[in-house]
């Protein structure tokens, strides 16, 4: 498969990099919020590098639309490539948007489960920037997407335990009302790395 | 149309062997949960039963991503077939989170409006599972579809007053969110029938 | 660029009329909420106009789904306009839901966050009603999709602060349930119009 990706002009690489860009930056919005979770209150001023991450997102999904317009051949095809940069740039989104939800709605003290699940996020981003190298020449990317959808899963029941200790009694519902919605962003922002786990998989089974 | 399916290779037409599995799987899994909404809290073992739904929907998703890699000519396009097999997946994935739900929250009696988004989610499911067959040649599913649709709105309706009676005053905060989630799950699970019949609607609409 | 459309025969350029309508249609929906905001109690008869706008938006889908498939050649891809199609649908849908909240929850006086929403999804509909006269040639549509963006992320910061002022003490959970699900209801609207621009993009990069 090498050869296929050889054929590419240097410009046409440049897409692989700029993806490469958007998982690394993925990788550290949910570094910075497992920091932050793990070190909360102490760590608040940690929401503003995480917001740095978000523009930083926003910007190379821009890179990447202006790119595809500027380019005659693509390595794959324009639909695909604005998807996965779209997918990409969620994960960014829904981690920042966690990291504000924790100083927006004055939380006090982190309860473990987000801990639990702001390591999975980790995790999760980290197997999505090895498996990025890979798609330059449509490798096959199985053991990754495997690896993203189990941590999916553990994510997936960690939160339900979370949300069911939640009403297990004596719990202030303003706090209830808090804390779900916490879990719910936790949940979309690893959602959201099965979604770009399932996006490069649709690639590499339409591009192999 | 006949003619299309039959210069199939067997092992093509296998990827439409796979899609009823799955929506018959969605049926059992909806018909499940119909009982369970029906009988709670005496069928609360049940959940374990739409557990196995919700995995046998993961294996068969699975194979198909799988058969996807094996098959040098599929039937549809690749990236159909990689959505059809997500959106089928969805269904079971939601049915089951409802079902966890009941127990995960306590639910003490069901809310007769639960018992009949359930029931309207089993007839939906039942109408993707007639239509699946006629996908093998494309035949028209604009019955199917509009039916789908009409108890998707049906359903909304029936959320919409639920959610209304549960504001009608003196009712708990914490009963209050906990039923909201549930129908919040009910509705995403009817949704995500709606969202295989649009899909069904676009491959059709592709390859006719 | 005036060539391409120049060369589609009529009968195929009655679709981008057809998205014209969905486009105008969002507007007078967006519009009508706008001014229900404003004005409530007083304007809660406007939901029922809202509803028309609603099924008003089901007719143009559905129209426009009959004529992909009495078309044999489409001016772009029957998948691309399927998908623009109900992307455009889900405006109008969430902006309805927004609507009936307000009565289904007896709210007695809007929230000012609320009506700084409702009027940016306004300018956001009037954006993409700008920008899809332009699809017919696929012309540049950047201006307008960034300018979509740009509303989206001042709604998005309205509705953080929104919320946060709902936490900030003293009131009722009930009241907090309520009006978190009329944010997210707005917001869900705004990111539909979002949705739309990121398809609209998606359709140019594609076929310019």
């Known amino acids: ?37 793990r070190g909360w209150p102490d760590t ?41 940069a779209s997918k990409l740039d969620d994960i960014v989104d829904h981690t920042e948007e966690v990291a504000d939800m924790l100083g927006l709605y004055k939380i006090e003290a982190p309860m473990e489960q987000a801990q639990r699940l702001s390591h999975i996020l980790l995790q999760s981003t980290r197997q999505l920037a090895e498996a990025m190298p890979r798609m330059r020449d449509f490798q096959d990317i199985n053991h ?18 979370a949300i069911a200790s939640l009403f297990d009694g004596g719990i202030d519902p303003m706090v209830v009302i808090r804390w779900k919605d916490i879990f719910d962003g936790l949940e979309a922002a690893i959602d959201a790395t099965e979604h770009v786990a399932n996006t490069l998989e649709g690639i590499v089974i339409k591009n192999a």
């Open 1 to 37: 498969m090498a050869r296929l990706s050889s054929i590419f002009a240097p410009k046409d690489r440049e897409f692989f990099d700029m993806f490469e860009e958007a998982a690394v930056n993925g990788v550290r919005a949910a570094d910075l919020l497992d920091q932050m979770l």
């Open 44 to 84: 608040a001023d940690l929401a503003r590098e995480i917001l740095i991450c978000e523009q930083n997102g926003d910007r190379i999904t821009h890179d990447i639309i202006k790119r595809i317009n500027e380019t005659f051949v693509t390595p794959i095809d324009r639909e695909d490539i604005l998807e996965l």
């Open 144 to 161: 990754y997407t495997v690896e993203v959808n189990r941590l999916e899963n553990d994510g997936d029941r960690i939160s339900r335990d």
